[in-house]
């Protein structure tokens, strides 16, 4: 069974630090990593990472993944109160038709 | 271009009841799969679906069907409603995984069975 280990389950950081999320993962035939954000509702897509060493970056985001080590961390720079939510990581598996394995999320709280 | 939606948002149910979660998506994507977050535990995966005609369960399937007769719409019927049921419901579709936009996720659907 797959598996996926986000670390911390939570913090509080104030306006402006840099927040570093972790997520190692077990799976049997790895095809990609993906980062959601997730506010009240829906989980927005964030990034997928499928090669090792090669950072993403989107604004104040950005994340790179380890496969050998089987981890990934996402990085939020200047972090502004709109940052608070729970990131999600999901990991995809090349028999698994598509489906996702997810997760429990770090809950990320922004304080002005 | 609606991308994913679910009806209702929001729903109150009574032990034993039965009802559907309706999903739509108009990206003409192949692929559709329901997922249920519960506090702490993440989403997990309970239907999901490949094509039109082809479903196939999830890690948490029991108490739960799904039928897909049109590209567009993937219900999900609760049979008999349990409190265990009680959960946040979201549906998702993708073209394909592989390139850089993965899942699109409807706003979900807040269950409660009392």
């Known amino acids: 069974e797959d598996k996926v280990v986000q670390s911390p389950l939570s913090l509080v950081v104030h306006e402006g630090d840099t927040v570093t999320l972790n997520c190692s993962y077990e799976?049997?035939?790895?095809?990609?990593l993906l980062w959601y954000k997730q506010e009240k509702k829906a989980p927005t897509f964030l990034f997928m990472l499928t090669s090792s060493g090669i950072e993403k970056k989107s604004g104040r985001l950005s994340s790179i993944l380890d496969k050998k080590e089987l981890f990934s961390i996402l990085n939020i720079t200047a972090t502004q109160t709109g940052d608070s939510a729970v990131y999600l990581c999901a990991v995809d598996n090349f028999s698994n038709d598509y489906k996702l394995s997810f997760g429990a999320g770090t809950t990320v709280t922004v304080r002005a | 271009n609606a991308g994913v939606t679910q009806t209702p948002k929001f729903q109150v149910l009574k032990t034993g009841q039965s009802m559907t979660l309706q999903c739509a998506q108009d990206?003409?994507?192949?692929?559709m799969s329901w997922y249920r977050q519960d506090p702490g535990m993440g989403l997990r995966l309970i239907h999901y679906s490949v094509g039109a005609g082809i479903t196939d369960q999830g890690e948490v399937p029991n108490g739960y069907n799904v039928s897909r007769s049109t590209t567009e719409d993937f219900p999900l019927r609760l049979l008999s409603a349990a409190p265990s049921q009680t959960s946040v419901y979201f549906c998702?579709?993708?073209?394909?995984?592989?390139?850089?936009?993965?899942?699109?996720f409807g706003s979900g659907t807040r269950l409660t069975v009392v």
């Open positions: 990206m003409n994507h192949e692929y």
């Open positions: 998702a579709s993708s073209q394909q995984l592989g390139v850089d936009y993965g899942y699109t």
């Open positions: 799976v049997t035939n790895f095809r990609s």
